[in-house]
C-alpha cells in the first residue's frame, strides 16, 4: 500500500499519509469516513490529487483514495460515481452523442472533485451541466441527494465543498444534450483554433480535439514524461479587483459581478517572471512552468518546502509590482506560502 503522497498527487510532492486506505465502493468510503470520524481521526481525501499540495510532513490522519466505480447514461443524463476518471468520462460522453462536456476536455482528476472548484475551463464550468449528486455529510451523518443551488457555487472556483472537509461527494449526475454538435463556442482562444466565431458551434467532437490541442500547448493535460504537467495547473486564481491599479491597466480583464476579474497570467510575467523562472528556488527542483506561467512545477525532486517557497516568491513580486496579492486556488493541507 502505498502512504507516500508525493505518489497520489501531480505535483508529486508530500509526505506519508499516518493512515490510508482506498475505497472502491461508496458504501465503502462512507464506511471508512464514518469510522475515522468515530476515532476523531483526521480525514483527507484524494481523488486524482491534481488540486493538492500536501505538507512535506504528510498528513497526521487517514488518507481515502477514492476509487468508486460506475456510469449510466439514462436519456440525456449521465450519472458517475466520484472515483470515474473525469477526462475518460468526458470522452464516453461524446461517444454516446452527448453533447456539453467537450469544453471540459483533458481536465485532470477524477468525478466527484469536479464539483468542489466548480471546474472549468474555455467557458463551460461544472455547474452548466450538474443535475444533482449524492453527499455524505460528516456533521449529520447524513446521505443526500443535492441539487447545484445547495452546492454554493460562486464565481472562482467557489463551492461549499471548496476548503471544507464536511461533504463527501460520492456521484454526480449531469444534465446534457442529445447531439453531436458542440455547445456554442464561449472563449475567443477557442473560437480562433477552430475558425469560427464566438456563439457558433461545431461537431462536439471538434471542440475536444481543439480543447485538447490547446492545453497540450499550456502543459495542460497529465503527461508523466513532461515535468511542465508535475503541477496543479493553475497555481493562482485570477484575481477579482475593485478598480484595476493603472499600471496594471494593460492586462487582460473581464466584468465579474464582484468586480473586475484580471489575468493573473499576464500579471506574473510583467512582474518579470518568463517562462521557466526560478530554478534557483529549491537547487533546481521547481521553476515555473516553461509553457504557461501560472503552473508551478516540479522539475524531479522538489519538496513541499520549495514549491512554497517559489509560489511565494511569486506571489511578492507581483504584490510589489502592482499591489496585488495572489491567492493559491490549489488546496494547500498542512502547508501554506510564507
Ligand atoms: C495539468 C493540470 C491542468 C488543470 N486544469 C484545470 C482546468 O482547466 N480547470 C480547473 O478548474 N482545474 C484544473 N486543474 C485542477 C484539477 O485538475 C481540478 O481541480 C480537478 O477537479 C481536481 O480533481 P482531483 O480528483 O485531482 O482532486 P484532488 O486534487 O484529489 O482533490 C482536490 C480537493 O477535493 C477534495 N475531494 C476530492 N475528491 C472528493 C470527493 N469525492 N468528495 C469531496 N471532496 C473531494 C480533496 O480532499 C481536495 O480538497 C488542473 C490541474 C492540473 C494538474
Redesign the pocket.
Given at each position: 500500500m502505498p502512504t507516500a503522497i508525493s505518489e497520489l498527487?501531480?505535483?508529486r510532492v508530500g509526505g506519508s499519509a499516518r493512515e490510508f486506505a482506498v475505497a472502491k465502493t461508496s458504501d465503502e468510503?462512507v464506511s471508512l469516513v464514518r469510522a475515522a470520524d468515530a476515532a476523531h481521526t483526521p480525514v483527507?481525501?484524494?481523488?486524482?490529487?491534481?488540486?493538492?499540495v500536501v505538507a512535506d510532513s504528510g498528513f497526521d490522519g487517514l488518507v481515502i483514495k477514492?476509487e468508486t466505480s460506475g456510469t449510466r447514461i439514462d436519456g440525456d443524463s449521465m450519472w458517475v460515481a466520484?472515483?470515474e476518471p473525469?477526462d475518460p468520462v468526458v470522452a464516453a460522453s461524446l461517444d454516446e452523442g452527448l453533447a456539453g462536456l467537450e469544453a471540459l476536455s483533458?481536465?485532470?482528476?477524477?468525478t466527484?472533485?469536479?464539483p468542489?472548484?466548480?471546474?472549468?475551463?474555455y467557458g463551460t464550468v461544472t455547474s452548466d451541466v450538474l443535475r444533482e449528486l449524492t453527499?455524505y455529510d460528516r456533521e449529520s451523518g447524513r446521505i443526500e441527494v443535492w441539487g447545484p443551488d445547495r452546492c454554493g457555487f460562486g464565481l472562482h472556483?467557489q463551492s461549499v465543498?471548496?476548503?471544507s472537509?464536511r461533504?463527501?461527494?460520492?456521484d454526480t449526475t449531469m444534465e446534457l444534450r442529445r447531439s453531436t454538435v458542440s455547445d456554442p463556442v464561449r472563449y475567443a482562444g477557442l473560437a480562433d483554433r477552430l475558425g469560427v466565431t464566438i456563439g457558433d458551434t461545431v461537431p462536439a467532437k471538434d471542440v475536444r480535439e481543439a480543447v485538447l490541442d490547446l492545453?497540450g500547448q499550456k502543459?495542460?493535460?497529465?503527461d508523466p514524461a513532461d515535468h511542465d504537467?508535475w503541477?496543479?495547473?493553475?497555481f493562482f486564481l485570477n484575481p477579482v479587483l475593485e478598480e484595476v491599479p493603472e499600471k496594471a491597466s494593460r492586462a487582460p480583464q473581464y466584468p465579474d459581478p464582484s468586480g473586475i476579474k484580471i489575468h493573473a497570467a499576464w500579471l506574473i510575467q510583467n512582474a518579470g517572471f518568463a517562462h521557466g523562472f526560478g530554478t534557483e528556488f529549491g537547487n533546481g527542483t521547481v521553476a515555473l512552468s516553461t509553457k504557461h506561467v501560472l503552473?508551478v512545477t516540479n522539475r524531479g525532486g522538489a519538496s513541499t518546502a520549495d514549491v512554497m517557497a517559489l509560489a511565494s516568491h511569486i506571489r511578492d513580486g507581483v504584490r510589489a509590482e502592482f499591489g496585488i496579492t495572489l491567492v493559491p486556488?490549489?488546496?494547500l493541507?498542512g502547508c501554506s506560502l510564507t
Open positions: 498527487t501531480t505535483m468510503l483527507l481525501l484524494i481523488g486524482g490529487g491534481s488540486n493538492l477514492v466520484a472515483g473525469w483533458g481536465i485532470p482528476g477524477l466527484g472533485a469536479t468542489v472548484q466548480n471546474v472549468g475551463a453527499v472556483r465543498f471548496k476548503h472537509m461533504y463527501v461527494i460520492l492545453r502543459g495542460m493535460v497529465l504537467t503541477s496543479v495547473g493553475s503552473a486556488e490549489c488546496d493541507v
